[in-house]
C-alpha cells in the first residue's frame, strides 16, 4: 500500500473521479424444488497470454469452452436451440457464433440475422456491462428456457440453450453453459 500522504491521483482525475477499490460476487439460484433450468455441462477455455500470438478470428478459448460445455452435457452443438453470447459489439458476437460452431467460418452474420434462437436478448445491442454481460445472457438464457422472456421470448421454449462470455481482451479466455429445460 503506498504511504498515507502518497498522491494516488492518475492525471487528470481527481480523486473523486476515480472508481472505487471493491471484490464483487454474483450468483444466480435457478431453483430450489427443479422447478428451473439446470446446468448440465460448463466449459472453459485460455487462449496465449501475448495477443499477438492469438487467432483473433477463431478464438481457440471460446471453441474449448463450448466444447468442453458440450462434452459435460454429453450434447452436440446440434443440439443448441438458444444461443446467447456476450460480446461488446455485434462483430464479437459474430466471432463466437462461429467459433461456437454455431455458424461457419465466415457465415456468422447471415446466420445471426436469419435466427431468432442467436441472443433473442438483443446482446451487446442491449448494452454490454462488463464483467457482468455473461451473467445478463446467462440469465437471459434461463429465461427463455423458462418461458420467461418478455417480449423478446422465442415462440417456442429451446430445450437447450448455450451462453457464452469471454474476456475483455480479445477473448483470451472464455466460459460456456449449456442449460436444459426441466
Known amino acids: 500500500a ?9 492525471a487528470p482525475l481527481r480523486p473523486a473521479e476515480l472508481g472505487a477499490t471493491a471484490d464483487a ?5 435457478l431453483g430450489l424444488h427443479g422447478d428451473g433450468p439446470r446446468v448440465a455441462g460448463v466449459g472453459h477455455g ?5 495477443i499477438g500470438d492469438r487467432d483473433l478470428v477463431e478464438l481457440p478459448a471460446v471453441r474449448d469452452a463450448v466444447a468442453a460445455a458440450l462434452r459435460a452435457a454429453h450434447r452436440d452443438v446440434s443440439d ?4 446467447e453470447l456476450a460480446g461488446p459489439t455485434l462483430f464479437d458476437e459474430i466471432l463466437i457464433l462461429e467459433a461456437a460452431g454455431l455458424a461457419g467460418p465466415g457465415e456468422g452474420f447471415g446466420v445471426y440475422a436469419d435466427n431468432v434462437w442467436v441472443n433473442p436478448s438483443g446482446g451487446a445491442a442491449a448494452g454490454d456491462c462488463f464483467p457482468c454481460s455473461g451473467l445478463l445472457r446467462f440469465v437471459a438464457a434461463v429465461r427463455q428456457l ?10 417456442t421454449p429451446p430445450a437447450v440453450g448455450l451462453a457464452v462470455a469471454g474476456s475483455t481482451v480479445a477473448q483470451q479466455t472464455a466460459t460456456a453453459v449449456v442449460l436444459e429445460r426441466t
Do not use: I, N
Not at 146 to 155: P, V
Open 2 to 10: 503506498p504511504p498515507a500522504d502518497a498522491d494516488t491521483r492518475v
Open 25 to 29: 460476487a454474483a450468483a444466480v439460484v
Open 46 to 50: 485460455t487462449d496465449r497470454a501475448r
Open 80 to 83: 443448441v436451440g438458444l444461443a
Open 146 to 155: 423458462r418461458g420467461d422472456g418478455g417480449d423478446r421470448q422465442l415462440a
